[in-house]
């Protein structure tokens, strides 16, 4: 009778943990985890775990709790085999997914229908999450070139770079613009940058001849591509500036920046789009299938039209189909840029670092933009008095 009496008890508490954490009810959660001792991994009628739901409802604080409390992070006990990613992947929340990628959680685990996270997060058109997942590297791959190995008398990188490093190859937003920004706010890596580019090619072969993972490969390769172009740019400017390298350093790519997105008579940046092609040139493995279709993609745009070798190459290394350069920033190809120019509200940017960086090439424009913008607004409002007399007369 004790026995079945405390059972009851442990089913009635672990019914509170499921209803706190759907109320996303932090501090009743974490009481019944740390003080009632409520099994982390107890499952609801549909095979659910307290970590599994907190993903679905996107809560990244009840997702670290129950991870700190040892939840399993690739527990597929559900009905239909979800993931605490797959649940995570349909909410939509970055933060929850990167902490599950951080904490261990498999990227190639399958629910019922034989789906990975990452494409339920597609069906349900959360493609930002599906870049993440297909971009996620482990930390450990990275760290593994800070020990030595082997006949080796150093580490192929310094340990201070493990952090650095990871936070470049798991970047999303794959357009040299933005990565020279991030290089260049990072200047560890730029110091550093002959043996991270190694390291690059390194994961690049890895990734093609081991596992087989052509996307990376690609994307390690363009990386590596970039970085070396900041570096040589970099050496270049050092040696002919005589201010403090502190001073010197810390605008130092925007130069090379500003070259990349500079646009012709139409605005099109020509020196990112040959740059671009340069990279794809170089890329080694030539028998890569990603890396053919594109080539045969580029090879039928002409330079100074659309589509661009950058959404070419973001799409061929993102999976984003279809990228959308409407909604993109200008300068750096952010999705879902929110901010546009105040006078011709024709292009739009991520933030104003990216509106001040494109302003000496957007300047040349904006004047027209802005009055084909009014053009359009004012024919617009004029089609719609149209359409009401019409309607009034009928």
């Not at 493990?162 to 190859?169: A, F, G, M, T």
């Not at 081991?210 to 390769?221: A, G, I, P, R």
């Not at 070419?312 to 909604?327: K, L």
């Amino acid at each position: 009778m004790a026995e079945s009496s405390q059972e009851n008890g442990s089913k009635q508490l672990e019914k509170e943990l499921f209803k706190y954490t759907l109320e996303c009810n932090y501090e009743q959660a974490k009481y019944l985890i740390t003080v009632e001792n409520v099994h982390v991994d107890c499952v609801d009628e549909d095979g659910t775990t307290p970590l599994q739901q907190a993903a679905y409802k996107g809560d990244y604080k009840l997702c670290k709790l129950f991870l700190d409390c040892g939840a399993n992070v690739n527990a597929t006990t559900h009905v239909s085999r979800y993931s605490a990613l797959t649940f995570a992947s349909l909410s939509g929340n970055i933060d929850v997914v990167n902490l599950l990628l951080e904490h261990g959680a498999s990227t190639t685990s399958v629910n019922s229908i034989n789906k990975t996270a990452s494409q339920m997060a597609a069906f349900v058109g959360n493609h930002h999450i599906v870049s993440i997942i297909n971009n996620y590297l482990p930390i450990e791959e990275i760290e593994y070139f800070t020990k030595i190995h082997g006949l080796e008398k150093e580490p192929k990188l310094p340990a201070v770079l493990s952090q650095p490093v990871h936070k470049l190859v798991v970047i999303t937003n794959i357009n040299p613009v933005k990565i020279a920004m991030f290089i260049q706010a990072t200047p560890v890596i730029l110091d550093n940058s002959i043996k991270v580019a190694r390291v690059l090619n390194i994961l690049s072969e890895k990734m093609f001849k081991d596992q087989c993972n052509e996307l990376l490969s690609l994307k390690y390769h363009h990386l590596a591509f970039v970085l070396n172009a900041c570096e040589k740019f970099y050496l270049e400017q050092k040696s002919k500036c005589s201010e403090t390298t502190e001073k010197f350093g810390k605008d130092v790519l925007t130069p090379l920046i500003k070259r990349w997105i500079c646009g012709d008579k139409n605005g099109f940046p020509i020196g990112l789009e040959k740059f671009l092609r340069q990279d794809v040139r170089e890329y080694p493995y030539l028998e890569c299938t990603l890396f053919q279709q594109l080539v045969r993609t580029l090879a039928t745009g002409n330079i100074g039209e659309e589509p661009s070798a950058i959404s070419i190459i973001n799409e061929a290394v993102t999976g984003q189909r279809g990228f959308n350069i409407t909604t993109s920033c200008v300068t750096c190809s952010d999705p879902n840029a929110e901010k546009k120019c105040s006078a011709c509200k024709s292009v739009q940017y991520c933030d104003k670092t990216c509106q001040k960086l494109h302003w000496f090439t957007h300047k040349n424009f904006c004047a027209e933009l802005k009055k084909t913008y009014e053009e359009e607004k004012l024919k617009e409002v004029e089609e719609g008095v149209e359409n009401n007399s019409e309607a009034k007369e009928l």
